[in-house]
Nanobody
């Protein structure tokens, strides 16, 4: 129903920046029904964690404490591309980063846990060296 493709990963030194993009495609009615999107990451040997999320209709955002003030989630006006601007990168940010999306609306709550998302991209690797 919805296909997600991430891009923008790479290798940077600590203190550097990267901008991840996630392009959403599929049937028009599917794209229009996406209510929230998020970025997750998984480092080797660790569980996948929610990094940031956004309500596509209102712009409400969520950030994990570990990235607050350094990462910014945003979407384009067409709501078909999701971005994650990552600044002041640290070696502990090294992980595979995934884009995710879903349709459901949960009043007063912005989903940021992986089981709350149905559609996933293949991931893009981010490596931060010290």
């Amino acid at each position: 129903q919805v296909q997600l493709v991430e891009s923008g990963g790479g290798s940077v030194q600590a203190g550097g920046s990267l901008r991840l993009s996630c392009s959403a495609s599929g049937y028009t009615y599917s794209i229009n029904y996406i209510n929230y999107m998020g970025w997750f990451r998984q480092a080797p040997g660790k569980e996948r964690e929610g990094v940031a999320a956004i309500y596509t209709g209102g712009g409400t955002t969520y950030y994990a404490d570990s990235v607050k003030g350094r990462f910014t989630i945003a979407q384009d006006k067409a709501k078909t591309t999701l971005y994650l601007q990552m600044d002041s990168l640290k070696p502990e940010d090294t992980a595979m980063y995934y884009c995710a999306a879903d349709f459901h609306v949960i009043p007063g709550y912005l989903p940021h846990r992986d089981f709350e998302y149905s559609f996933w991209g293949q991931g893009t690797q981010v490596t931060v060296s010290s």
